[in-house]
């Protein structure tokens, strides 16, 4: 393993790795974003405190994150987490959120579905916070693929709730630290 700090990355790696890896990117997104996770407080249950959708989204997320070589953990459907772990002993944090807004009417393109059209990926999630969250993940997925060695640990927490309360918050730091640093890559 090499420490990140001591690698020489060219653009040309980066650019060649997006190539690579776009068409699974886009499957992933295919799958998350396919799923209607918005509050259904109806048919909340035990795991899934936010009803079916926001569980199978969390479900499709951590297998991601399995899959690309993440410590995965499910936080009872609150939220769930991924860890890459580092040698430092602190944590950098990435939280979003696998859950959306009900969708509504207006849509002139499939809401659930990936639709790509002038360079845009137009669906559920695709800007808040779905594919945003995948960008994270791929842009982790760069070091790992490379054997980097973290000097801090990276925690990809995946709340269930943004969108309708953030009660995954509350329930998350009752059981885990805060990370010594967090970032969003919502939306924008």
Same mark, same amino acid.
């Given at each position: 393993?090499?420490?990140?700090?001591?690698?020489?990355?060219? /653009?040309?790696?980066?650019?060649?790795?997006?190539?690579?890896?776009?068409?699974?990117?886009?499957?992933?997104?295919?799958?998350?974003? /396919?799923?209607?996770?918005?509050?259904?407080?109806?048919?909340?249950?035990?795991?899934?405190?936010?009803?079916?959708?926001?569980?199978?989204?969390?479900?499709?997320?951590?297998?991601?994150? /399995?899959?690309?070589?993440?410590?995965?953990?499910?936080?009872?459907?609150?939220?769930?987490?991924?860890?890459?772990?580092?040698?430092?002993?602190?944590?950098?944090?990435?939280?979003?959120?696998?859950?959306?807004?009900?969708?509504?009417?207006?849509?002139?393109?499939?809401?659930?579905?990936?639709?790509?059209?002038?360079?845009?990926?137009?669906?559920?999630?695709?800007?808040?916070?779905?594919?945003?969250?995948?960008?994270?993940?791929?842009?982790? /997925?760069?070091?790992?693929?490379?054997?980097?060695?973290?000097?801090?640990?990276?925690?990809?927490?995946?709340?269930?709730?943004?969108?309708?309360?953030?009660?995954?918050?509350?329930?998350?730091?009752?059981?885990?630290?805060?990370?010594?640093?967090?970032?969003?890559?919502?939306?924008?």
């Amino acid at each position: 393993m090499a420490d990140v700090a001591s690698m020489n990355v060219t /653009k040309e790696e980066i650019d060649s790795f997006i190539e690579e890896q776009w068409p699974t990117f886009l499957e992933d997104a295919a799958r998350l974003i /396919k799923i209607d996770s918005s509050l259904d407080g109806e048919h909340a249950a035990p795991g899934a405190p936010f009803g079916p959708g926001p569980r199978a989204a969390l479900d499709e997320a951590l297998a991601i994150a /399995k899959r690309m070589g993440l410590e995965v953990h499910d936080g009872d459907g609150y939220a769930g987490y991924a860890d890459l772990p580092g040698n430092s002993g602190q944590q950098l944090g990435v939280i979003g959120h696998v859950d959306v807004v009900p969708a509504g009417e207006g849509w002139s393109f499939p809401r659930f579905e990936v639709t790509r059209k002038d360079g845009f990926l137009i669906g559920r999630g695709t800007s808040d916070d779905k594919a945003p969250v995948l960008s994270a993940l791929y842009g982790l /997925k760069f070091w790992i693929d490379r054997g980097a060695d973290l000097r801090h640990t990276v925690r990809f927490i995946f709340g269930c709730n943004e969108e309708s309360g953030m009660d995954e918050l509350p329930y998350y730091l009752a059981h885990h630290e805060a990370p010594d640093f967090l970032f969003t890559p919502d939306a924008e």
